[in-house]
């Protein structure tokens, strides 16, 4: 059975600083197609930035983002899973708070960022191996 660490492992995960500007943050997070990036003072996990708080934080309140800083309009202290979380728990944590990306952490160490879009194509191949393989046994069955 996989654990929530299998689908980001040796995955490049972009990171932004707490004194980038929106502006800095969004263009990188368009160029690499992320919905969300982790926010680290040093090494250390301390927010998460969202298309979300984008629109929420910025665009409707009005800040102008060439020079509103990510740290005044992250969310603060994201929930964070560990390496070893199953794949089910992950899911039901994004549904219960209504967010599709969760950081993986080791204490406050970032280890990678999940998208729900990274479990879903997770289940979608193993159900596509599912299938591969019963229709393997029933081409195979001898007819009785």
Known sequence: MAVIYDLIRGQDTYRANLQQTVFELAQAMVERNIGA??????SELVGIFSERDLM?????????????????VMTDDPL????????????????????????????KLL???VS????????????????????????????I
Do not use: N, W
């Open 37 to 42: 990036v982790p926010v680290l003072r040093g």
């Open 56 to 72: 929420k934080r910025v665009v409707v309140a009005g800040r102008d983002p060439l020079t509103t800083r990510v740290l005044e």
């Open 116 to 143: 729900l879009r990274d479990i879903m194509l997770h289940d979608l191949s193993e159900k596509d191996e599912e299938v591969r393989m019963m229709r393997a046994y029933i081409q195979t069955t001898p007819e």
């Open 80 to 107: 964070t899973v560990g390496p070893q979380e199953s794949l089910e728990t992950c899911m039901m944590l994004m549904r219960r708070h209504g967010f599709r990306h969760i950081p993986i952490c080791d204490g």
């Open 111 to 113: 280890l990678g960022m």
